[in-house]
């Protein structure tokens, strides 16, 4: 039998919400979601989880989780400790494995989206970056035909790239960091500073092909996107970049990115293309991760 023939519990955990799925090959068979729950002991929290799949336990030989946040040996931690609903390290695998005793294994979400976009990449590649561009930056490196996490789990985190001495302060406690240029809300903070009444991003993105003041803003994101996909071509030679989330996807938004890739030298040009993964990919990328070793 091979390795995904098998039945996982995936779980996918989010600052606000938590998706969980038994996944059988690369389906998923079954799906449930329910809001993130606040309490502090990892132990109550994954008892709440393992609750809302009772009636599946029997069935899942082993559980994969995705999660926001760093994932060390010792739990899950952030960055910016802000995004996180727990207190950190929160050792959430060791307290799956103890209720179950099941096999637990544990990446960062965009790590595991990231190797599930790998897997499911149109044209084989060796070395490829997905970068998801939503509410935040992040993402995830393949190199050699493996994900690479490195020693504290770091890598990936391309939304800390900092670009612009100049520019905004991050969360993450740098300057200038491709996150906070970029992503959904360093987009939604410019636009709340131009338009009054306020307008939302998918309004923005709308507005964008005839308003200059709202391509400006769009442009300024795709072209930190641009000018990270072309620092990572420069470290690593990658073959391709997957780009994905909600901004990543938004319609126009890549060939954006592709225009201002096309102005740069020869060298540091690389092939984008779209996420395949819909909003399930990292819990799908949970499941996913038992078959990447
Ligand atoms: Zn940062």
Redesign the pocket.
Known sequence: MSTLAKNTLAIDIGGTKIAIGLVHGDAIVERRQFPTPTVKEASQFAAMILEQAADWLDRATRIGISTTGLVTEQGISA??PDTLAFPAPFPLAAALESLTNKPVAMLNDAQAAAWYEYVNLPQPARNMAFITVSTGVGGGIIIDGKLHSGATGLAG?V????IDPNGPQ??????G????IASGTAIQRRSHETFHPPISNVELFKLAPNEPQAEAIVQASAQAIATLCSNLKATLDLDVIVLGGGVGLASGYLARVVEHIAQRPHAFQVPIIAAQGDYDACLLGAAFQFNKD
């Not at 939304?159 to 900092?162: A, M």
């Not at 991050?170 to 300057?175: E, I, K």
Request: proline residues 0%; hydrophobic residues 30%; negative net charge.
């Open positions: 960055i910016n985190h939304g800390h790239f900092s991050c969360g993450c406690g740098q300057v960091c491709v996150e906070a």
